[in-house]
């Protein structure tokens, strides 16, 4: 029986396309009587369905357009035209199947995501790895992941790892991670066994949110197609009375069965579900995934986007943007010691400290005599050496070096947090962190624009001069800073007021304002927090430019849906008319309907194909290229870095000019040669990609301007 149920459409539409054929080739033969008879047995067939899925929808409670097919094929039998009915009967089962075949087609790429989610993991216990039910995970658990399967946890990587992340983020590469990195659940590993320290259990993982969303985004339906629910129920009154009309008028019941044959209206039953889960299917690729086609309506109607700061705009977690040495200490020794010392730290700002410090092959050592003092920092020994982070006092007393009272002027004027170090008992050095603002937030407020965003707003507890500054690098419209969570939702209320809203945030204090938003998106790459629960929209993958991509792709796909009704709905009312006036018998309306069915559902099918979006897609060797580049610019950032310490040191009264003599020849050894690299490879990378020469000007006047002030140090 639940083999039936599950290809019940299957098997109605093979049968009465099977009774049809069947009695077409009995009418060649001349066998008249034969072929009316297997007509009829497919006009019964689609009349006994018909009246079982309006009875389903009675049951339900629910307006059901398929009483016109089932007055359809009673009439058709009732003057004597079963041919006619087995048409209907064949053009009701073709458009079901149709319909079940391009819904598992739309829906896809969202229960491919359901279905990979692992079911055991392997749990490190003393030297022994023991497999156990994922459920079985608990924050804490040394979770071993072998080559070729799914992390079945968040947590923080133990071992360098190769990860693929396309099933969360859409990048077909594998991806490199460092020890001290977050990793997400739901990724594959890639490369060796890796192991990492499980930071949440698996029900409450990252992939286990983005599961509870995919189940979210297949369970509800848009308004459009509510919508189109209550345009088909005032059609079918319509027809019926169009039917009446035709009969009354003419005193022939043929014409009446014939307009009710033309009169079903599946292009609008039909094409707008599947355009709409099109939409749905092809946002989840894009790492975006929407609650259901209401969200996608609200998100496509947006007209204003509201943007919370940490986390959305910014990255979200601090990052080493500098490295201050102080008289003896090399900076590479700075932060290698640092980050070896915070490799034991549970501090928000250790995790930047260690994945700064953990470049190259040489492992960081782990520290010994750990001890966390609070409200002052963390020591211990590295190496045999003794190690000091933390505030200015707790490294350096009441009287600190010149130098490291510069680094604190330096980090009040740049907005950064600095964390001294203290080796041997001296001050050595500072390690400053930023939380900077994400390297596609501008491009991805160009493309809202270009998306027909009207209007781009800063929405902030921060204060006023950091997001003034944010704002301003990033080019929102207006800033709304220091709002706590109950201002950010009395903001929210008073743009909606004036056009429909797009709410972005990733935190807690977010929810509110995401849930009165008429979208609300939430940033949920780092795992699931209250604002994913309260959000309409969940970008899955760490980059806020696939917002814009997602716009494009829902407002195509309800582009496309109204396409797909208006020409259909167009076509049936056409063809009721003609029909009504007599030139369209009953069969030939029949095959009039069929044909217009599968334009209707073609055009929705567009909505799948792949179409114009904001990212950029380069060719794998334009990628290994670009992180090529970035990892030579990686390396040459120390020797930028010690142009500022130099120049902190001269002194006009008794000035060494060594040191700054021994940089100018380090930055033309290992600068220039970089931006030469630049100006060759990556100025002609992204003219290709981008298809101009004019969004490189800029990037190759910073060269020149760059060699230009070289060449004046010889």
Same mark, same amino acid.
């Given at each position: 029986?639940?083999w039936?149920?599950?290809?019940?459409?299957?098997?109605?539409?093979?049968?009465?396309?099977?009774?049809?054929?069947?009695?077409?080739?009995?009418?060649?033969?001349?066998?008249?009587?034969?072929?009316?008879?297997?007509?009829?047995?497919?006009?019964?067939?689609?009349?006994?369905?018909?009246?079982?899925?309006?009875?389903?929808?009675?049951?339900?409670?629910?307006?059901?357009?398929?009483?016109?097919?089932?007055?359809?094929?009673?009439?058709?039998?009732?003057v004597?035209?079963?041919?006619?009915?087995?048409?209907?009967?064949?053009?009701?089962?073709?458009?079901?199947?149709?319909?079940?075949?391009?819904?598992?087609?739309?829906?896809?790429?969202l229960?491919?995501?359901v279905?990979?989610?692992?079911?055991t993991?392997?749990?490190?216990?003393?030297d022994?790895?023991?497999?156990?039910?994922?459920?079985?995970?608990?924050?804490?658990?040394?979770?071993?992941?072998?080559?070729?399967?799914?992390?079945?946890?968040d947590?923080?990587?133990?071992?360098r790892?190769?990860?693929d992340?396309?099933?969360?983020?859409?990048?077909a590469l594998?991806?490199?991670?460092?020890?001290?990195?977050?990793?997400?659940?739901?990724?594959?590993?890639?490369?060796?066994?890796?192991?990492?320290?499980?930071?949440?259990?698996?029900?409450?993982?990252?992939?286990?949110?983005v599961?509870?969303?995919?189940?979210?985004?297949?369970?509800?339906?848009?308004?459009?197609?509510?919508? $189109?629910?209550?345009?088909? @129920? =005032?059609?079918? %009154?319509?027809? /019926?009375? *169009? !039917? #009446?009309?035709?009969?009354?008028? +003419? &005193?022939?019941?043929?014409? $009446?069965?014939?307009?009710? @044959? =033309?009169?079903? %209206?599946?292009? /609008?039953? *039909? !094409? #707008?579900?599947?355009?709409?889960? +099109? &939409?749905?299917?092809?946002? $989840?690729?894009?790492?975006?995934?929407?609650?259901?086609?209401?969200? /996608?309506?609200?998100? #496509?109607?947006?007209?204003?986007?509201?943007?919370?700061?940490?986390?959305?705009?910014?990255?979200?977690r601090?990052?080493?943007?500098?490295?201050?040495?102080?008289?003896?200490?090399?900076?590479?020794?700075?932060?290698?010691?640092?980050?070896?010392?915070d490799?034991?730290?549970?501090?928000?700002?250790?995790?930047?400290?260690?994945?700064?410090?953990?470049?190259?092959?040489?492992?960081?050592?782990?520290?010994?005599?750990?001890?966390?003092?609070?409200?002052?920092?963390?020591?211990g020994?590295?190496?045999?050496?003794?190690?000091?982070?933390?505030?200015?006092?707790?490294?350096?007393?009441?009287?600190p070096?010149?130098?490291?009272?510069?680094?604190?002027?330096?980090?009040?004027?740049d907005?950064?947090l600095?964390?001294?170090?203290?080796?041997?008992?001296?001050?050595?050095?500072a390690?400053?962190?930023?939380?900077?603002?994400?390297?596609?937030?501008?491009?991805?407020?160009?493309?809202?624009?270009?998306?027909?965003?009207?209007?781009?707003?800063?929405?902030t507890?921060?204060?006023?001069?950091v997001?003034?500054?944010?704002?301003?690098?990033?080019?929102?419209?207006?800033?709304?800073?220091?709002h706590?969570?109950?201002?950010?939702?009395?903001?929210?209320?008073?743009?909606?007021?004036?056009?429909?809203?797009?709410?972005?945030?990733?935190?807690?204090?977010?929810?509110?304002?995401l849930?009165?938003?008429?979208?609300?998106?939430?940033?949920?790459?780092?795992?699931?927090?209250?604002?994913?629960?309260?959000?309409?929209?969940?970008?899955?993958?760490?980059?806020?430019?696939?917002?814009?991509?997602?716009?494009?792709?829902?407002?195509?796909?309800?582009?496309?849906?109204?396409?797909?009704?208006?020409?259909?709905?167009?076509?049936?009312?056409?063809?009721?008319?003609?029909?009504?006036?007599?030139?369209?018998?009953?069969?030939?309306?029949a095959?009039?309907?069929?044909?217009?069915?599968?334009?209707?559902i073609?055009?929705?099918?567009?909505?799948?194909?792949?179409?114009?979006?904001?990212?950029?897609?380069?060719?794998?060797?334009?990628?290994?290229?670009?992180?090529?580049?970035?990892?030579?610019?990686?390396?040459?950032?120390?020797?930028?870095?010690?142009?500022?310490?130099?120049?902190?040191r001269?002194?006009?009264?008794?000035p060494?000019?060594?040191?700054?003599?021994?940089?100018?020849?380090?930055?033309?050894d290992?600068?220039?040669?970089?931006?030469?690299?630049?100006?060759?490879?990556?100025?002609?990378?992204?003219?290709?990609?981008l298809?101009?020469?004019?969004?490189?000007?800029?990037?190759?006047?910073?060269?020149?301007?760059?060699?230009?002030?070289?060449?004046?140090?010889?």
């Amino acid at each position: 029986m639940g083999w039936v149920r599950r290809h019940g459409v299957t098997l109605f539409a093979a049968s009465s396309t099977g009774l049809l054929a069947a009695g077409v080739l009995a009418w060649l033969l001349h066998g008249g009587t034969v072929a009316d008879v297997l007509w009829a047995a497919a006009a019964v067939l689609g009349l006994g369905y018909s009246l079982w899925l309006l009875g389903a929808a009675l049951r339900r409670r629910e307006p059901s357009v398929d009483v016109v097919a089932v007055l359809a094929l009673a009439g058709a039998l009732a003057v004597g035209e079963p041919f006619a009915g087995a048409m209907i009967a064949v053009m009701l089962g073709t458009g079901r199947l149709l319909e079940a075949r391009a819904d598992a087609r739309a829906r896809r790429d969202l229960s491919m995501l359901v279905q990979r989610a692992p079911g055991t993991a392997r749990r490190r216990v003393g030297d022994a790895v023991v497999e156990v039910p994922v459920d079985a995970i608990a924050v804490g658990d040394r979770v071993v992941v072998a080559a070729g399967e799914v992390v079945p946890a968040d947590g923080h990587l133990l071992t360098r790892a190769v990860l693929d992340e396309s099933a969360l983020t859409g990048e077909a590469l594998p991806v490199e991670r460092e020890v001290g990195e977050d990793v997400r659940s739901g990724v594959v590993n890639a490369g060796g066994p890796a192991e990492l320290l499980a930071t949440t259990t698996a029900a409450h993982s990252t992939y286990a949110a983005v599961v509870r969303l995919v189940e979210q985004a297949q369970a509800s339906s848009a308004r459009f197609v509510r919508l $189109a629910d209550r345009l088909a @129920v =005032v059609f079918v %009154p319509a027809a /019926l009375a *169009l !039917a #009446a009309i035709a009969w009354a008028w +003419s &005193g022939d019941a043929v014409r $009446a069965v014939a307009v009710l @044959v =033309v009169a079903t %209206p599946c292009p /609008l039953l *039909l !094409a #707008a579900p599947i355009a709409i889960m +099109s &939409g749905l299917s092809r946002s $989840a690729r894009a790492g975006v995934i929407i609650k259901g086609g209401g969200a /996608l309506e609200r998100l #496509a109607d947006g007209r204003v986007v509201l943007f919370d700061k940490t986390g959305t705009l910014t990255v979200g977690r601090p990052q080493v943007t500098g490295v201050v040495a102080g008289e003896d200490v090399p900076a590479a020794e700075v932060l290698r010691l640092a980050a070896s010392l915070d490799q034991l730290s549970a501090h928000p700002l250790a995790a930047g400290i260690v994945t700064a410090g953990a470049v190259g092959d040489v492992p960081l050592p782990l520290p010994d005599e750990v001890e966390e003092v609070a409200g002052y920092g963390i020591q211990g020994r590295v190496a045999g050496r003794a190690v000091r982070l933390g505030k200015l006092a707790f490294i350096a007393g009441d009287e600190p070096p010149a130098w490291a009272l510069r680094v604190r002027r330096r980090a009040e004027s740049d907005g950064s947090l600095a964390v001294y170090v203290g080796i041997d008992g001296r001050p050595a050095g500072a390690v400053l962190l930023q939380d900077p603002i994400r390297p596609d937030a501008r491009r991805m407020v160009r493309a809202l624009r270009a998306s027909g965003i009207g209007r781009v707003v800063l929405l902030t507890g921060d204060r006023a001069d950091v997001a003034d500054a944010v704002g301003h690098l990033v080019g929102v419209d207006a800033v709304l800073a220091d709002h706590d969570p109950g201002a950010k939702l009395a903001a929210v209320q008073r743009e909606s007021a004036a056009a429909p809203t797009i709410m972005v945030g990733d935190g807690i204090n977010d929810a509110p304002a995401l849930a009165v938003a008429g979208a609300g998106v939430a940033l949920a790459a780092r795992g699931a927090t209250a604002s994913s629960e309260a959000a309409d929209v969940v970008l899955t993958v760490d980059r806020v430019d696939a917002l814009a991509d997602a716009i494009l792709i829902v407002q195509r796909a309800r582009r496309i849906a109204w396409w797909a009704v208006g020409v259909g709905m167009a076509a049936s009312l056409a063809a009721m008319a003609v029909a009504a006036l007599g030139f369209l018998p009953p069969a030939a309306g029949a095959l009039a309907q069929e044909l217009i069915d599968v334009l209707a559902i073609a055009i929705a099918l567009v909505a799948v194909l792949p179409a114009r979006t904001h990212t950029v897609t380069l060719s794998s060797d334009d990628v290994a290229t670009a992180q090529r580049l970035r990892a030579e610019h990686e390396a040459v950032l120390p020797v930028v870095e010690e142009i500022r310490t130099v120049a902190d040191r001269l002194s006009t009264a008794r000035p060494d000019l060594g040191p700054a003599r021994r940089l100018a020849q380090r930055v033309q050894d290992e600068v220039l040669p970089h931006e030469a690299s630049d100006e060759a490879v990556l100025v002609p990378l992204v003219e290709r990609a981008l298809d101009s020469t004019e969004v490189t000007a800029a990037l190759s006047r910073t060269h020149a301007e760059i060699a230009h002030r070289v060449a004046r140090l010889r």
